[in-house]
C-alpha cells in the first residue's frame, strides 16, 4: 500500500478511536420520585446504551486490529486470497479485511449453511 495512503488511513482511525473512546454516556438513571413510566423510560435508556456499547466495543475492536494490520505491514491485504483490497473500499470501512470477491463468495457460502 502507498504510504501517504496508509497514513490517511491511520489519521482516521485514530480519530475515530478518540471519538468512540471520549464519547459521554447516557445516564439511564432516574429520579427516584418518577412513576411506573419513568421507570420505564430509564430501563429502556439502559438497554439502548447497552446495545450502543456492545457495538462501540466491537467498532473499537475493529479499529484495533485495522491499526495493527497498519503496523505489521498487512493492511490492506485480503485475508482470503492475499491480493490488495481496493482502496475506494477500505477508504469506506478501513476494518475491512477482505476484498469484495471474497467478501461476496464469504456471504454465499454463509447464506448456504446459514
Do not use: W, Y
Request: aromatic fraction near 4%; charge should be negative.
Amino acid at each position: 500500500m502507498d504510504k501517504k495512503f496508509l497514513e490517511e488511513v491511520n489519521k482516521i482511525l485514530l480519530a475515530e478511536k478518540d471519538i468512540l473512546t471520549n464519547k459521554p454516556s447516557l445516564d439511564g438513571s432516574i429520579d427516584g420520585t418518577g412513576d411506573d413510566v419513568d421507570e420505564i423510560q430509564g430501563k429502556i435508556l439502559a438497554l439502548v446504551q447497552s446495545k450502543l456499547s456492545e457495538r462501540e466495543q466491537d467498532r473499537l475492536r475493529k479499529i484495533d486490529m485495522a491499526l495493527k494490520r497498519i503496523e505489521e505491514d498487512c493492511f490492506g491485504v485480503c485475508g482470503e486470497c492475499s491480493e490488495d483490497i481496493d482502496p475506494k473500499r477500505l477508504m469506506f470501512n478501513p476494518a475491512f479485511i477482505t476484498c469484495i470477491a471474497c467478501s461476496e463468495k464469504l456471504e454465499r457460502l454463509k447464506k448456504q449453511h446459514g
